[in-house]
């Protein structure tokens, strides 16, 4: 049974996820072959499954290094070529295979191998004895091979003649003419499946090419078969129609005893006695080689002869007597009369020579056509049927032709031979056909009717026919056992009988008993036959089928046949490896058929299995309960325990399926284990490394500030209860207040909480912060801050920045409070920079007001700080003033120190600048009499140029201009004179 229990996390940050493991691949190496050295070199297949492509193969050859090959593509297999140019035996070892989806681990391959069988060729060559010598001659081939213990041979000599399979033969060359010819001759030897060939060349003198003729019978050439029995002189005239011009001589051997050397053409020679003979006429060609060439000389008649009959042969029973046939006239043949006698009846015909006949005693030498009748006696054993008779043929044949001769109306007959089939076992009960295959015979007029007598040996009535043809019949067995049937089958020439035994065998009742019907893999059953046999003809088949169902953790059937036991055995052994439900049963066959036995169930169970979902790193402050998927792999869920193990954990273990949540007091790297036993074994299954991180802890805390003061809280591990890791930031909302305060904000991922708060009231008032810790991912709990906010006192008259010439008196630096509820203290700084940085305490200027000097020019800044005893208002400080010190004012522009200019004329304008001072300026110009700066007399222009008038009397006129500043302690300044002379 299977049960799956899924838990999730408290939070749902954890996300569970199902992943399909790709299955590790696999690979078989095939291409095992034996060949020849340097044929066409094999091809060696690797073949991949699982995983994922492309695939790579790790292999070696013997006791090589390894190799590798890989796929292209999405191709699972790839070849590699082996060579074939050493002998010998080359085993390829697939040692592992990895795939695309994890190329960093090897799959080991166990016995996965290929041979390739380089077998050497064999080593060819081959002599022979009279090169170069005459048409005809015989030479001698001898052939030496090594490296072929089972070497066929093959000649060609390449003349068209059939091919020899001698290991040395003979052979003669033919070849006609005047000149030689050469044959390229070619011994191939076969060793296995390997072929070597060898050429070697031959010369053969060509022999002269003759042919005669009888120039006195040319249509009829040789021949005195039609004037023999009247003449027994026959002439014949020999002429020469040679092609061949190359001869040098003839002789000629006629055959009765003479002969002629060195004839010329034509050449007669007259035959004294009837006969036949042999001319041979011999030519020596002008190279040496000799031709010869055999005529038949004819000087006889076509043969006499004749075939009697011994009478009596008709509806004669096979085998017959030795039937007295007898060939007449043959005394007077010539000796090459050959005599052939076919008895009709198919066997071999007799084969007579004259010669044999005139060395019996039935030859009269002394008047040979006076001879007795030759005896041929013959027993016929087979039937002339259908035909009516058999015809007998005899054929004497000499040189001058055939002379036919025949007797007939021979007639034999046959009895029937019994004959019949029937199955060598039957089923009881059963109707089993016996065949009557009984060869009928012949009665007269070649009927083949017979009567046909059936004994079935198990004591049923005994069965006859009328005269019939063979007929086939049906007959039951009642009871199981070994019966002896008889057939009699009698006819015209004789009664024949046949017996078979058959044996009659009762249905089957298949059973069988199991060694065990439960257990765990691998499981080892032993199935016993124990049907009964009693009265089984042979020993019935069997055919044992298994049938698989899912179950205990099972998806696919395992099993095999064990001690060298197969579906096909009486009493099988079976390994089962895969867990589920097995159902076994027998089906065995006899010739009632087949019958199955009951089905018997074998429960195959296997170790539980196991997994965790993947745990997902946490915050301290979550409990976990993990997610497992259990597989019992058992149909007995109270045999099944569960251990789990929490390490750092509380609890530190459960036993249960569905574990407590756990929590952890201290962050840090953990794992879950969880064991699952049932009765076949334990599986084990250990989570990932998941880490608990910690979450931070803050006290509730309060501070006292002071109205529109900043404030920076941040909480420490130095106050108890505090547990704040590094990194810890702080959130938090807008704060509540009381009494309509101002100014407090939120606050995202700080870290120290700050503000600033406007208290516009006369009281305390308060704002309360509710804030989250948090570091990393974890979120701590939320504590409170409250924040006390005095009323703050305020500055109503600020300080006021003036200018002062040197040594003039400043205005004086005052400042003025509102809302001050405890006595004030003053301090004021100077600074040469407009900015609170740097300043340092002007001594002694400790009063709410402050005169600064102006003895040295420049420009100095001034605050004041009022410090505040109580309420968390600790000072304010005013706005900075400058106070200024200006130099006393200098003219650095003097006017024109004199021109002259006609009466009348226009003179050039006087103008003055000066730098220094403070304050607004004001130019009053003087004219005077004297070249003097005093006494003069306004001339009331307030400017910084003046133009004197026209003058209309000649004379020296004098002119200077006074600049006053009206800033603090500024004064006037005069210039120099200036001088107009007027001619």
């Not at 292999?59 to 292209?72: A, E």
Request: glycine residues 8%.
């Amino acid at each position: 049974m299977k049960h799956n229990y899924f838990i999730s996390l408290l939070l749902l940050i954890h996300l569970l996820a199902f992943s399909k493991e790709t299955p590790p691949p696999s690979a078989t190496i095939s291409g095992s072959a034996t060949v020849c050295q340097n044929s066409p070199n094999p091809v060696i297949t690797f073949t991949g499954s699982g995983g994922a492509t492309p695939y790579t193969f790790t292999y070696h050859i013997g006791l090589g290094p390894t190799q590798t090959v890989t796929t292209t593509g999405s191709n699972s297999s790839i070849t590699v070529s082996a060579g074939t140019g050493t002998a010998g035996s080359f085993v390829y070892h697939l040692d592992s295979v990895h795939d695309a989806s994890a190329p960093s681990v090897e799959v080991p391959i166990n016995n996965q191998n290929a041979t390739i069988i380089i077998v050497s060729l064999p080593i060819v060559d081959f002599i022979f004895t009279n090169d170069n010598t005459c048409s005809g001659t015989t030479i001698q081939f001898l052939s030496t091979v090594s490296n072929a213990p089972s070497a066929v041979y093959s000649w060609d000599f390449g003349d068209g003649s059939p091919l020899s399979s001698s290991a040395n033969p003979n052979h003669q060359f033919t070849s006609l003419g005047c000149g030689t010819i050469t044959y390229n001759v070619v011994l191939t030897v076969t060793n296995g499946s390997c072929t070597v060939t060898k050429t070697h060349t031959i010369t053969v003198k060509q022999k002269p090419d003759i042919a005669f003729t009888d120039l006195l019978n040319t249509f009829s050439e040789f021949n005195n078969c039609s004037g023999a029995a009247t003449n027994p002189l026959f002439t014949v005239n020999v002429g020469n129609v040679s092609a061949s011009a190359c001869i040098s001589s003839f002789n000629i051997v006629w055959g009765d005893g003479n002969s002629a050397s060195n004839v010329t053409f034509p050449i007669t020679h007259t035959y004294q006695t009837i006969g036949v003979y042999t001319m041979i006429v011999t030519a020596t060609g002008t190279n040496g080689c000799t031709s010869s060439k055999s005529y038949t000389i004819k000087n006889i008649s076509n043969p006499l002869g004749g075939i009697n009959s011994p009478g009596s042969t008709q509806n004669l029973c096979a085998p017959t007597p030795n039937l007295q046939f007898t060939i007449s006239s043959w005394g007077s043949n010539s000796l090459d009369t050959t005599y052939s006698v076919d008895y009709g009846d198919g066997s071999p015909p007799l084969q007579l020579t004259q010669a044999e006949l005139n060395a019996s005693p039935y030859y009269n030498a002394l008047s040979p056509d006076q001879s007795a009748n030759y005896p041929i006696p013959h027993i016929y054993t087979t039937s002339s049927c259908p035909a009516a008779s058999f015809q007998v043929q005899l054929n004497v044949t000499n040189a001058c032709g055939t002379t036919p001769f025949t007797l007939g109306n021979i007639s034999v007959l046959t009895k029937p031979t019994a004959d019949f089939t029937n199955p060598s076992i039957a089923c009881v009960n059963n109707s089993v056909l016996f065949n009557n295959t009984t060869i009928a015979g012949y009665g007269q007029s070649c009927n083949q009717n017979a009567i046909y007598t059936w004994n079935f040996g198990d004591g049923t009535p005994i069965i006859s026919t009328t005269l019939s043809p063979p007929t086939d019949i049906s007959h039951v067995f009642n009871t199981a056992g070994t019966y002896t049937v008889t057939l009699t089958a009698q006819g015209y020439c004789g009664t024949t009988t046949k017996t078979r035994q058959i044996c009659i065998e009762p249905p089957l009742v298949p059973q069988f008993n199991l060694s065990t019907n439960s257990g765990c893999v691998p499981l080892a059953v032993t199935a016993t036959n124990t049907t009964n046999l009693t009265n089984q003809c042979s020993t019935p088949t069997y055919n044992w089928t298994v049938t698989y169902t899912a179950a205990n953790c099972g998806s696919t059937s395992g099993y095999s046949y064990t001690n060298a036991t197969t579906a096909s055995s009486a009493s099988p052994s079976f390994n089962f490896t895969e867990a589920g439900t097995y159902s076994v049963m027998v089906t065995m066959t006899n010739s009632c058929g087949s019958a199955a036995s009951p089905a018997q169930i074998i429960t195959v169970k296997k170790p539980p299995t196991v997994s965790l979902n993947t745990i997902s790193d946490f915050c301290q402050n979550v409990n976990l309960t993990p997610v497992a998927n259990i597989n019992t792999c058992t149909s007995v869920p109270a045999s099944v325990t569960y251990l789990w193990s929490f390490p750092g954990g509380t609890p530190a273990t459960a036993g249960t399926a569905v574990p407590p949540s756990v929590t952890y007091a201290t962050a840090g790297n953990h794992t879950v284990s969880l064991t699952v036993t049932n009765e076949c074994g334990s599986a084990t299954a250990t989570s990932n490394s998941f880490s608990v991180q910690a979450s931070p802890f803050v006290q509730n805390a309060a501070l006292t500030v002071c109205s529109g003061a900043a404030f920076t809280f941040t909480p420490s591990n130095s106050t108890s209860g505090n547990s704040i890791p590094a990194g810890t930031t702080y959130s938090w909302n807008v704060p509540s207040v009381t009494g309509g305060m101002t100014g407090g904000s939120a606050g995202l991922n700080q870290s120290s909480i700050s503000g600033t708060i406007t208290n516009n009231t006369t009281a305390l008032q308060t704002a309360t912060y509710t804030i989250t810790p948090k570091v990393g991912g974890c979120s701590g709990t939320p504590f409170i801050l409250v924040v006390s906010v005095n009323p703050a006192a305020s500055i109503t008259t600020q300080p006021v920045s003036s200018s002062v010439c040197l040594n003039g008196t400043p205005a004086i630096l005052s400042i003025s409070l509102s809302n001050v509820v405890v006595t004030p203290t003053y301090q004021w700084y100077q600074n040469t920079s407009n900015s609170i940085i740097g300043a340092t305490p002007v001594a002694g200027a400790t009063a709410s007001s402050y005169t600064p000097p102006a003895g040295s020019v420049g420009t100095l800044y001034y605050y004041c700080i009022v410090s505040l005893s109580s309420g968390g208002c600790s000072s304010i400080t005013s706005t900075i003033a400058s106070v200024t010190v200006a130099p006393i004012a200098t003219i650095t522009t003097q006017p024109i120190p004199t021109q002259t200019i006609c009466v009348g004329g226009s003179s050039n304008a006087l103008t003055v600048s000066y730098s220094g001072g403070v304050g607004t300026p004001t130019y009053q110009w003087f004219s005077n009499s004297t070249n003097s700066t005093t006494g003069g007399t306004p001339v009331g222009i307030n400017s910084a140029s003046y133009t004197p008038p026209v003058f209309a009397a000649p004379g020296s006129y004098y002119y200077y201009v006074q600049v006053s500043l009206n800033g603090n302690g500024c004064g006037s300044v005069s210039s120099n004179t200036a001088e107009v002379v007027v001619v």
